[in-house]
């Protein structure tokens, strides 16, 4: 079993920049993929990127490369995702998931464990 907690949600003006952390916890000595998502009000959950076990295979969504960019310890069983020039149709709760192998995983149904999510706000 793994448990997610992710941090560093909060209000940003357009074009502003947050870094989301993604902790995991248990059975972290397997390898495993980690993803982003995202749902904004009254929207499907939606891919925002993913990167393998050693981070050497990452994907993005189409709409934020060049934007973001996601990254990982492994020495701190943690995930980054660094949102740069934000806008405001990036508003939404950003997940991040977990699943247990060494491929990267772009679909939501791929994924086994997520986190509680994190609010982020752009507005002007």
């Known amino acids: 079993q793994l448990q997610l907690v992710e941090s560093g949600g909060g209000w940003v003006r357009t074009g502003g920049s947050l870094r989301l952390s993604c902790t995991v916890s248990?059975?972290?000595?397997?390898?495993?993929?980690m993803g982003w998502f995202r749902q904004a009000p009254g929207k499907e959950r939606e891919f925002v990127a993913a990167?393998?076990?050693?981070?050497?295979?990452?994907y993005y969504h189409d709409s934020v490369k060049g934007r973001f960019a996601i990254s990982k310890d492994n020495t701190k069983d943690t995930a980054y995702l660094q949102m740069n020039s934000l806008k405001p149709e990036d508003t939404a709760v950003y997940y991040c998931?977990?699943?247990?192998?060494?491929?990267?995983?772009?679909?939501?149904?791929?994924?086994?464990?997520w986190g509680q999510g994190t609010q982020v706000t752009v507005s002007s």
């Open positions: 998931a977990v699943r247990y192998g060494r491929q990267s995983y772009v679909l939501a149904v791929q994924y086994d464990y």
């Open positions: 248990g059975r972290t000595s397997e390898e495993y993929g």
């Open positions: 990167l393998n076990w050693n981070g050497g295979n990452i």
